[in-house]
């Protein structure tokens, strides 16, 4: 897939841009039945508390693998727009998986991504995340909230509150006062592509529906963090073709295969994975 340079435009003012049907239904079906089934996610999975008493959980892995997390990682459908919109090689920065259950799912405070990546040596915000919908996103079931344009503030100082770090909140109420406020609602296997720097939030889920989504972000070869971190410095990104993705995923014996970061060890404090949130 390569995006028009309209697409490009569009993502250089707004600071994100949909992709409709990025993962097919069969696709994304079986992503949807892998991540059920995976029992070492559910293990792996940490719960992040909202300031208001409410929890969602999300696990996180660092390289990409070779299950069907990874071959959607690497599909090149999924990287070859992300290099276009980082003008250069990418490489996975690191995956998650936000699991906001019905009637519990809480919410994401306000802010940037590279509100924390910044803390992790990448000098610049040449990065971006790809979300994708594994449940249908609804502003019902707590989708994600954008605030159209705000990449263009920089970064944002950041502070606590409850188990998350959100955007200073002056800033983001008077950002509010002159941006477009977009609910990103996503079918199945939809997926929204934005940039380190967009201002997003989503709200608590009290549906009966649950919202879990895939999050695969990514770094330009030239921002390579000048010091380790928890997340990886450049790694050679193997991309591979689209049709892997079925050929995983009808493998039940090769479906997940990835390595889960233990968010809740003492080497990964609420200040360092701050990003985490969406």
Known sequence: MKLSEEQLSAYRRDGYLFVS????????GLLRETA?????MDQASSSRDDGEGNDVRLALWNHPGDGIYGMIARARKVVEPVEQILDDEAYHYHSKMILKDAKTGGAWAWHQDYGYWYQNGVLTPNLCSVMIAVDRATQENGC???LRGSHHLGRVNHVLSGDQAGADMERVEEAKKRMELVHCELEQGDAVIFHSNLLHCSASNESDHSRWAM???YNAK?????KE???PRYTKLDKVEDDQILAVGRDRS???AVDYVDLDSDDHSAKELEEELV
């Open 21 to 28: 049907g990025l993962l097919d239904q069969e696709e994304v």
């Open 36 to 40: 059920q089934a995976d029992h070492a």
């Open 144 to 146: 994600l909230q954008v």
């Open 215 to 217: 999050i695969c972000c």
């Open 222 to 226: 030239s921002n390579d963090p000048y």
């Open 229 to 231: 971190s928890h997340h």
């Open 254 to 256: 090769a479906r997940a």
